[in-house]
């Protein structure tokens, strides 16, 4: 497939990880993307999926870190998700429909498509891409997954896409961008590196031939200094913003 060229928005502006959330104001939620729209930032956000195939902001596979709930995201339907708060809150897990319906184009969408190795990422790449489709505000998916790309090159191809990589986090996907032809599968027009292993000889390989450098998660100024020398737009939270 013929390289083509990301758009311009990817690298004129800072994200904000899973929203701008601190706290009082929990990650991936209604107050933390009004508060980056606020701010003047792009968001990034995580998907999961609902027992009947709803693409829901959310980052973990398990409900027990962010709520007061336990068990497995997908085992509950969408509207049984939709009534749990989150954190102490007044705050509810929300669709993805109600997030592109809230931000209305106003500041670009980074879209991460939460996988596993054993999962069935097809589905969940339908059901987004539909979500997706009518949306006319700047946005890009992504995954550290390089399937989530092939499905989209394929499938949806006019959507600007990303890999998500690292060499540092052990989470299944460690070192997975480097597995023979996992870039070629996955299509990125845009590569999301994890902060600590920048700079590096393929990353600023992949900069020096003019595709973008986006980066995560930048979360001190130590670190953001990195970024801004090593990288072409900042996902960042925390003492990690400007």
């Keep these: 497939m013929a390289r083509r060229r990301?758009?311009?928005w990817l690298t004129q502006w800072e994200f904000a990880h899973r929203g701008l959330h601190h706290t009082g104001v929990p990650e991936n939620s209604r107050d933390?993307?009004?508060?980056?729209?606020?701010a003047g930032m792009g968001i990034e956000c995580d998907i999961q999926m609902s027992r009947d195939g709803v693409p829901l902001v959310f980052h973990d596979w398990e409900l027990d870190r962010l709520t007061g709930e336990r068990g497995k995201v997908v085992a509950r339907s969408a509207e049984e998700l939709q009534h749990i708060t989150l954190l102490d809150t007044d705050q509810t897990i929300w669709p993805?429909?109600?997030l592109l319906e809230l931000v209305a184009g106003t500041v670009p969408i980074l879209v991460e498509v939460k996988s596993r190795p054993d999962f069935a990422l097809a589905e969940a790449c339908?059901?987004?891409?539909?979500q997706l489709a009518d949306y006319t505000?700047?946005?890009?998916v992504m995954s550290f997954d390089p399937r989530m790309g092939?499905?989209?090159a394929k499938h949806a191809p006019q959507i600007t896409r990303g890999l998500v990589i690292t060499d540092t986090l052990d989470h299944g996907y460690r070192h997975a961008w480097r597995a023979p032809h996992a870039l070629e599968r996955a299509a990125p027009d845009f590569l999301a590196s994890d902060v600590r292993d920048i700079p590096g000889a393929l990353t600023s390989l992949w900069r020096e031939t003019g595709r973008p450098l986006l980066t995560w998660t930048v979360r001190t100024p130590e670190l953001r200094a990195l970024a801004l020398a090593h990288?072409?737009?900042?996902?960042?939270?925390?003492?990690?913003?400007?």
């Design 6 to 8: 990301a758009p311009d």
């Design 32 to 38: 933390a993307a009004e508060g980056a729209i606020a």
């Design 96 to 98: 993805l429909a109600e």
């Design 126 to 130: 339908i059901a987004i891409a539909r």
């Design 137 to 140: 505000g700047p946005f890009a």
């Design 150 to 152: 092939e499905w989209f």
């Design 231 to 242: 990288a072409d737009a900042l996902i960042a939270e925390g003492a990690g913003l400007a």
